[in-house]
């Protein structure tokens, strides 16, 4: 049996064209570090890659959940917190639809939405905070942020050639940013 897209597990790397990943260990608690992820609002400040999410399909102003639309954008390849001196061709914005939202687990994943047809290009982005093994006093707790994002489709071989070092260059900027973050006091 094949594994399914869009579904409660990660999809493996290996059903994919290509994929993208960084993680990085954070000195804050878990519960922390998730806040601060979901914390669209405050990427601004923060995230030198995803600038802003805004979830779309949401009137009452409600948390986020599954099923809820977001908007990326805007999106910097390169990697900058420099909003000002962004070319043109250095930003993009994507459509996704959040598949997974586990508070329990802190684990959430978006699967792009709406933009072509599945078998042309198709993208899942899986972010996930787990507790590192400290051993010492609460004080030194520890998590691990994972992020990575497989991509499937005849062009999927156009986004590895075109942006795909600068996809792996922004996860990584985004865990380093999320670290940044959440050690803040």
């Not at 917190?81 to 959430?108: F, I, K």
Request: aromatic fraction near 10%; include cysteine.
């Amino acid at each position: 049996m094949s594994w399914v897209w869009g579904t409660s597990t990660p999809p493996p790397v290996s059903s994919a064209v290509f994929s993208v990943s960084g993680s990085i260990v954070i000195s804050a608690p878990p519960e922390k570090v998730w806040q601060t992820l979901l914390d669209f609002d405050s990427y601004k400040q923060w995230n030198p890659f995803v600038r802003s999410q805004i979830i779309l399909n949401n009137p009452n102003s409600a948390p986020l959940s599954v099923g809820h639309h977001i908007k990326l954008y805007p999106v910097h390849l390169p990697p900058t917190l420099d909003d000002t001196n962004v070319g043109l061709l250095q930003t993009s914005s994507v459509l996704a639809e959040v598949t997974v939202l586990d508070h329990n687990n802190h684990r959430v994943a978006w699967r792009i939405a709406g933009m072509l047809p599945r078998w042309m290009l198709d993208a899942e982005r899986w972010q996930m905070v787990t507790v590192e093994e400290s051993g010492g006093a609460e004080a030194d707790v520890k998590c691990k942020y994972e992020s990575y994002e497989v991509f499937k489709g005849i062009l999927a071989y156009v986004v590895r050639w075109y942006v795909g070092k600068e996809l792996t260059m922004g996860v990584n900027a985004m865990a380093e940013g999320l670290k940044r973050r959440a050690e803040q006091n």
